[in-house]
């Protein structure tokens, strides 16, 4: 009989077998450190309108070729816990205000490798967390100073366009100009119809391969891939109703059996189901509806009666779609088949099938100005283009959305950033103790964000920060990278960000420094690690090619 062996004293003692326990700073600070720094130094290179591209293989052995953070974060499987908090408070970026992931990631990391090189030279814990704080608050309020222009009409075409440039082309360089006036006509034309709020819902994307980018539209309405069911496809002054269930008789739940004893039974059953589809279809029609959307399955016997009545028919098998389409022409959908009251059916100028390249489109067209919901068609040659655009384009809607909340805007091409590295390491002179050392710490985090624009461009980043730094230091506080100027020995290399129209909303840049300080602050105040065992069997085994051959053969 084996002889037990104690545990070791300590809290391996109270932990079930199989759990694992850190502590210290070698084994849990540093560790801790060295995973975000590691998760942001491999973003780091999709950083700016220049940033390069990540290619992914998921568990499902699809391939993604990206440059947003949200796409490449999502495919990653991240176990390590100090992570996974970093991934957290980008996802609550995006929540807030949908854009600026990457710049939270780059932040975090940043202050978080800053403060290794702080802890290492003797700096406590504490006291690196406490310059911190004092960091954000200084950020917070050079920030409020820093404003240089604001979004004064939220429903202004060209205003709108000019300020979606920067957020747009940031994501995709060289389309801005023509992503920006679509986003911002579909953004004005459903903010006519709300009372000053903006959600991304309200604006649809409609991807359809062919043509080049430059044939993309924007409807006031929705297009939906499909086609109609039925003979009908054009419809003017469109009266709808939305089921949520199937255009056809109802069936029992459970399995009947109807005992015919005769032809006439037989012959009289079948014209009673007759009868019952045609009176409701018929009192569809006379109620002036002439537009049914389902989401169930059509019956045949159902579609021959709608086009006996000039009924058009579509069928979409996305509730998601069901209630944006009744959102969009003032209704809501119905969950039972039966005749809609006056109040139950919406309303559109037309509703037509239109060919684009060889895809049929359903077109829900809306009055000018009377919609709540707009769609933006993308065209493009490929796929993963049409891919890059979308992902430009969601940037572009939640850039209107921050700044209907507040239409402050910064400076950009990595103005603020300077313009904070430098105000902050200053305050941070000033002050006496070891504080000052954190918040110099913090103040140089920043640059490491205009270090990455600039490197992603190509350029030489040394020669960028100097110039960049001692021109803030005099007063320049507007001025930034110029990522399409001269070269920087020919004198190039910056611009007055404010003059050349490259703007970032307040918005992003506040939550953006909340979040990755608190992160950042929140890994560095944990001194232990207590991981319970995983729950489960073990793993499966992968496949064996070689499954028929001896155990010990070698290729």
């Not at 559109?348 to 919901?373: H, I, N, P, W």
Request: with cysteine.
């Amino acid at each position: 009989m084996a002889a037990h062996v104690p545990k070791a004293p300590g809290y391996l003692q109270m932990l079930t077998s199989g759990s694992r326990y850190y502590s210290g700073q070698e084994e849990v600070v540093y560790r801790n450190i060295e995973a975000c720094k590691e998760l942001s130094r491999s973003l780091k290179a999709i950083y700016g309108p220049s940033g390069l591209n990540k290619l992914v293989i998921n568990h499902l052995e699809k391939i993604l070729v990206t440059a947003d953070t949200a796409t490449v974060l999502q495919e990653f499987q991240i176990e390590h816990p100090a992570a996974s908090m970093l991934l957290q408070a980008v996802k609550m970026q995006e929540e807030e205000v949908g854009d600026g992931r990457n710049f939270v990631l780059i932040l975090a990391g940043s202050l978080l490798e800053n403060a290794g090189g702080l802890l290492r030279m003797g700096l406590s814990v504490p006291e690196v967390v406490k310059g911190y704080r004092k960091g954000c608050k200084k950020a917070l309020d050079v920030l409020e100073n820093l404003t240089c222009s604001s979004l004064k009409d939220i429903r202004d075409l060209q205003e709108v366009a000019s300020v979606l440039r920067t957020p747009i082309g940031s994501k995709l360089h060289g389309y801005q100009d023509l992503l920006s006036r679509l986003v911002a006509q579909s953004c004005v034309s459903v903010m006519s119809q709300s009372a000053g709020s903006f959600h991304t819902d309200q604006v649809r994307v409609c991807k359809i391969l062919g043509a080049g980018i430059q044939d993309s539209l924007v409807l006031e309405g929705m297009a939906f891939k499909r086609e109609t069911e039925g003979l009908v496809n054009a419809v003017q002054d469109a009266r709808i109703v939305i089921y949520q269930c199937p255009f056809d008789l109802a069936q029992p739940e459970t399995k009947g059996t109807v005992l015919l004893k005769n032809a006439r039974e037989m012959l009289s059953y079948s014209q009673g189901e007759e009868m019952l589809m045609e009176t409701q279809v018929r009192e569809l029609a006379g109620s002036g509806v002439n537009v049914v959307v389902v989401g169930g399955k059509i019956g045949d016997m159902a579609l021959h009666y709608a086009d006996k009545y000039r009924l058009m028919v579509m069928r979409l098998q996305s509730r998601h779609d069901l209630r944006r389409l009744g959102k969009a022409v003032g209704t809501a959908p119905l969950m039972k088949l039966a005749t809609p009251l006056p109040g139950e059916t919406g309303h559109c100028k037309r509703v037509y099938t239109q060919e684009m390249g060889d895809t049929q489109v359903v077109v829900f067209e809306q009055e000018r100005g009377l919609s709540a919901v707009a769609t933006i068609v993308l065209r493009g040659s490929t796929e993963r283009l049409q891919d890059n655009v979308e992902q430009a384009v969601a940037d572009g809607l939640s850039a209107y959305r921050a700044l209907s909340q507040d239409g402050r805007l910064l400076p950009g091409a990595g103005a603020t950033e300077m313009e904070l590295a430098v105000k902050i390491a200053d305050h941070g002179s000033t002050c006496p103790g070891l504080d000052q050392y954190a918040i110099k710490a913090y103040a140089k985090a920043f640059e490491s964000l205009v270090e990455a624009l600039v490197q992603n461009s190509g350029e030489r980043e040394g020669h960028i920060l100097a110039r960049l730094c001692a021109i803030h230091q005099e007063g320049g506080r507007n001025v930034g990278f110029d990522l399409d100027g001269r070269e920087v020995e020919a004198g190039g290399g910056v611009l007055d960000a404010a003059e050349a129209g490259i703007f970032d909303p307040y918005l992003v840049k506040f939550w953006g420094i909340k979040l990755a300080t608190n992160a950042a602050v929140t890994i560095l105040s944990v001194d232990q690690i207590i991981m319970a065992k995983k729950s489960g069997g073990p793993k499966p085994r992968g496949d064996n090619p070689n499954w028929d051959e001896p155990p010990d053969h070698i290729d």
